[in-house]
């Protein structure tokens, strides 16, 4: 079993919709990390949380470090939020980043 | 301020050749990390640099190195290249934050490397 679980592993959704991606983790962390990649490589990092809820404009993220759970909403999404989301975790011990598989999302107009 | 800038873009090697790659991380940013990055395996660790010294390894064979010169640019080294090191080559430079944990990740564009 994978250190991380993202779940969906494709989303399709209309603009507008509100879009949920999970993250579970079966391992101790010091944070996670919420990434985007867009089409050609490049990748974004959206969010770091050890704790609580973060929020950017139309993203938020959660985390619930007793769950080992964490979430990423989208609000009034956009075609221009198409990409594949990717969970990372930094373990407790021993400080490597796991990553989990992505979640590819496409939004239509 | 500048990115983080990955040389080259795109490479092409053949089996059993040699490869460097290079990061330059963000001005003032002492942490570099490296990633794979695979259709089959995804995202995965490579290694990490902090001040000239590795501070973390991830589980690829020794042909894989790296390495960080005292202005903070990092490159990395895979001998005797596979066909399975046909990859997406990752750097990220981060700034410290309380015990070493870098706070968030600047990723480079990355290079491409296919080996044939």
């Known amino acids: 079993k994978n250190e991380v679980e993202q779940s969906p592993q494709n989303l399709t959704a209309q603009e507008g919709e509100f879009i949920t991606i999970n993250c579970s983790y079966s391992v101790g962390i010091s944070a996670l990390h919420w990434l985007q990649q867009h089409p050609g490589g490049g990748i974004v990092s959206l969010f770091m949380?050890?704790?609580g809820k973060k929020k950017h404009g139309r993203l938020i993220a959660t985390i619930n470090i007793q769950e080992k759970h964490s979430s990423l909403h989208i609000t009034a999404s956009h075609p221009r939020d198409s990409a594949v989301y990717i969970c990372?975790?930094?373990?407790?011990?021993?400080?490597?980043?796991?990553f989990g598989a992505g979640t590819i999302l496409r939004v239509k107009s | 301020k500048a990115g983080v800038t990955q040389t080259p873009r795109y490479l092409i090697k053949t089996r059993g050749q040699q490869v460097t790659l290079s990061c330059s991380p963000i001005s003032g940013h002492r942490s570099v990390s490296w990633y794979q990055q695979t259709p089959g395996q995804g995202l995965q660790f490579l290694f990490e640099y902090f001040s000239e010294t590795q501070r973390n390894k991830g589980n690829f064979p020794g042909r894989f190195s790296g390495r960080q010169f005292s202005n903070s640019r990092s490159e990395m080294n895979v001998s005797t290249l596979e066909l399975g090191d046909s990859a997406l080559y990752l750097c990220?430079?981060?700034?410290?934050?309380?015990?070493?944990?870098?706070?968030?990740?600047?990723f480079g564009s990355g290079t491409r490397l296919t080996v044939v």
């Open positions: 949380l050890s704790s």
């Open positions: 990220a430079s981060s700034s410290l934050q309380g015990a070493g944990l870098p706070y968030g990740y600047t």
């Open positions: 990372a975790v930094r373990r407790e011990y021993g400080n490597k980043l796991v």
